[in-house]
């Protein structure tokens, strides 16, 4: 097992949303395109990572900030490789990036139902925010 951690890439795209798609409890991949995530890649240069073992994509997670805070999504590790600190070891490149640039928090959006992701979480330090609810608007499905 040759495991690498790098940055991912506009050339990655394709692949890292299938194996998004691939893996269960990761949600909101419907809406990512390789276009909409190249941009986002663009604005959010190096905070974004895939691990490999060798050529065969093992891992990824996306990230990024909004000039205030972090935000990490759709981390995942393909279930034959994980309890082995690969998805700590792919939040740990994100959080370093972000910090490097000043920033001093990260949030993570986790499904209600995903206990697997929230254990994984907290096992990795991070805590329940439960004063705050979330509230979205799809503007896509209003046109």
Known sequence: MN????AMMVEDLEQVID??????????????TPEALSYYLDRNRGMSFVALDGDMLIGAVLSGHDGRRGYINHLAVAKS???Q???KE??????????????????????????????????VG???RSE?????KNMSRNR
């Open 3 to 6: 495991i690498q951690i790098r």
């Open 19 to 32: 194996f998004w798609n691939s893996i269960e409890g990761i949600g909101g991949i419907d809406g990512e």
């Open 81 to 83: 490789y994980r309890g």
């Open 85 to 87: 600190d690969i998805g």
């Open 90 to 123: 792919l939040v740990e490149c994100c959080l370093r990036e972000l910090e490097s640039i000043g920033i001093p928090k990260c949030h993570i959006f986790v499904y209600q139902d995903n206990e697997a992701a929230q254990a994984f979480w907290e096992r």
């Open 126 to 128: 991070w805590v329940e």
């Open 132 to 136: 705050l609810l979330l509230m979205s």
